[in-house]
């Protein structure tokens, strides 16, 4: 069974679907509650501002109440998903694992490691379970990589770069340090799951660089001033494999990429599906040939497939990928390099 289609095909089979409360209707929000219904999951939403939970719910034809307070409190709802800025992330996570919700919260968990050890410890006292969005991870492109790296195909992996960048059409708050916005916060985040999932937890890590670019952004009719950084370069060692991570909210159109080193070949691999993702054999092993092996990958709903898995977890009551030890490892790294002094003075 696809994760996409597990949902649906539960209601078909006479199975109860789950029923999740949204809290936050921005822009993410959107996707969240379009790829639960196309799940087949009940869904509620809630916001601090009661008119943008009606306009979502009228846009997606599902119920809203009046305040995130109705939804926590709600015994029929089954889980919680956290679709608030980031420096509320905690807050709401908490009070969902009080009330016995299950979470899914968008990424990153939280701001700073002792916020992940608190859900951590709540989560353990709660026995719910607990799932952040790093939805890269659920990339066919991605997946692929895993697997390539897993069975050899390059041989051992020594060199490897990770870029993430764009400008987007952000909201203000992903730009200031007190609500949780920042290049760092807002891509690095994303970057450093994928290092850990391919590569491992890095052993060093060291800012290279970061700085603010823009100090001024023009979102929407309003002027910002900016005083996140929009721009972070770090070098990481995760065992003998140098790692390059470069992530920015300054890039005009998206881009992203991994490429990794190893001492049979290289794999350079993309979520944008018109980059194609190629294995470079210097010895031919398993299907792989001799040279370029090129792999597309269509364009893919990484929602429904993410969240499709945080459904399943819940129907099956097992725990899904990018937990909260998850979270805690990462939140450490970004420690170091949100507090760390860029090396060489910059």
């Not at 109705?70 to 969902?96: F, G, R």
């Not at 770069?161 to 992903?174: E, N």
Request: hydrophobic share 40%.
């Amino acid at each position: 069974m696809t994760l996409e289609t597990h949902a649906t095909t539960a209601a078909q089979n006479g199975q109860a679907t789950a029923r999740v409360g949204v809290i936050g209707c921005g822009r993410i929000a959107e996707r969240h509650v379009d790829a639960y219904r196309k799940l087949g999951a009940t869904v509620v939403v809630a916001d601090q501002d009661p008119a943008a939970a009606q306009r979502l719910a009228e846009a997606q034809r599902v119920a809203w109440r009046g305040s995130p307070d109705d939804l926590l409190d709600d015994p029929e709802l089954d889980a919680i998903d956290v679709c608030v800025p980031t420096a509320a992330h905690t807050s709401v996570v908490l009070a969902a694992l009080e009330r016995g919700k299950h979470v899914f919260c968008e990424k990153p968990l939280c701001r700073t490691y002792e916020e992940a050890e608190a859900i951590a410890a709540a989560q353990r006292e709660s026995g719910r379970l607990v799932m952040v969005g790093y939805l890269y991870r659920f990339h066919p492109a991605f997946q692929f990589a895993k697997q390539v790296l897993e069975d050899g195909i390059i041989g051992r992996p020594y060199f490897a770069i990770f870029r993430l960048g764009g400008r987007g059409s952000h909201r203000a708050w992903k730009h200031t340090t007190e609500s949780g916005g920042g290049a760092t916060l807002e891509m690095m985040v994303h970057n450093l799951d994928l290092i850990q999932w391919l590569l491992g937890c890095p052993d060093e890590v060291d800012l290279l660089r970061r700085s603010t670019l823009l100090p001024e952004r023009q979102i929407g009719s309003e002027r910002v001033r900016v005083n996140a950084e929009d721009y972070v370069l770090a070098r990481l060692r995760v065992g003998d494999v140098e790692v390059v991570c470069e992530s920015d909210l300054v890039t005009p159109s998206y881009m992203n990429y991994v490429e990794i080193q190893g001492d049979n070949g290289s794999l350079f691999t993309s979520i944008l599906h018109y980059l194609p993702t190629i294995v470079y054999c210097k010895e031919p092993r398993g299907v792989f040939n001799l040279g370029n092996n090129t792999q597309q990958f269509p364009p893919v709903n990484l929602f429904e497939r993410e969240l499709g898995h945080f459904l399943e977890a819940l129907r099956s009551d097992r725990t899904p990928m990018n937990g909260v030890s998850e979270s805690l490892q990462l939140m450490a790294v970004i420690e170091r390099i949100r507090e760390g002094s860029p090396v060489g003075g910059n």
